[in-house]
């Protein structure tokens, strides 16, 4: 049979409470000056800005923003292969999917059409 025992343990005295408080009390007072100085220091920096101007480019002839090989119309991110073949025709050259997952690529005249599985991820101009 097991026997229980009681032990009473002695009640904190004031001296190991008030130790207990004492690094808070400073950590308290750090903090309301560190805060009051903070909002000093915020409001006597003076605010300043540069207005940028910047002509639309609706304004701009494209092939001065695109250059004369990205002025070729290509095939967009999303386009499934069957959608390509029909608005562009067939490719030069068809180069298998690797990897995983599968990437493949449709080379054109001017442009590179990367897939992944049967979907447009990237199309690269070439010069």
């Known amino acids: ?33 560190a805060s009051g100085l903070g909002l ?17 480019a609706a304004d701009t002839p494209s092939s001065s923003i695109l250059g004369p090989s990205d002025s070729v ?13 029909a608005t562009y025709g ?8 690797v990897g995983t997952p599968p990437i493949s690529r449709w080379e054109y005249p001017g442009y590179v059409v990367y897939f992944e599985g049967n979907l447009v991820i990237h199309s690269v101009a070439i010069g």
């Open 1 to 33: 049979m097991l026997s229980t025992r009681r032990v009473r343990l002695p009640a904190p005295s004031v001296r190991s409470r008030s130790r207990a408080l004492a690094p808070v009390v400073p950590f308290a007072a750090m903090l309301a000056f």
């Open 40 to 56: 000093t220091c915020l409001t006597a920096i003076p605010a300043s800005a540069d207005e940028l101007q910047i002509t639309p």
């Open 73 to 85: 119309a290509r095939p967009v991110r999303g386009m499934s292969m069957d959608k390509v073949e």
């Open 90 to 97: 067939a490719p030069a050259k068809r180069i298998p999917a």
